[in-house]
């Protein structure tokens, strides 16, 4: 069974950076679209956005990126295919930034951006707080 686990939020201030880590498991499909997805103050669950997104089979020649408009130049995915951790380098940070941010997968699904009713593996996220 698929399982992964943020960690790495915390409180900085606009303009710094953050590094968020999620750990995954169990993995046994060939292709994977793993993503970051982010819950904003205020918002249930079920409202979260994609943040962004690989699509990989754990192979660097054989991934794919997505980036949210908010994200594109700023932030940036990875995946360490051997120890299966999934990381978002988090620069420039802005107050509108701020929420919890969870880490999801799905076999094999759509991930340009992902379907998040296809993203079937959650993790229990993590808080970010970015001050103006």
């Known amino acids: 069974r698929v399982q992964v686990a943020e960690s790495g939020g915390g409180s900085v201030q606009a303009g710094e950076s953050l590094t968020l880590s999620c750990v995954g498991s169990g993995y046994t499909f060939k292709t994977y679209c793993l993503g970051w997805f982010r819950r904003a103050p205020g918002q249930r669950f079920e409202e979260r956005k994609v943040?962004?997104?690989?699509?990989?089979?754990?192979?660097?020649?054989?991934?794919?990126?997505y980036y949210s408009d908010s994200a594109k130049g700023r932030f940036t995915i990875s995946h360490d295919h051997a120890k299966k951790i999934l990381t978002l380098q988090r620069n420039l940070l802005k107050p509108e930034d701020t929420g919890d941010y969870y880490c999801?997968?799905?076999?094999?699904?759509?991930?340009?951006?992902?379907?998040?009713?296809?993203?079937?593996?959650w993790g229990q996220g993590t808080l970010v707080n970015i001050s103006s």
């Open positions: 999801a997968a799905g076999a094999g699904t759509r991930c340009d951006p992902p379907q998040e009713r296809f993203m079937d593996r």
């Open positions: 943040v962004a997104s690989i699509y990989t089979d754990f192979t660097d020649a054989g991934s794919r990126f």
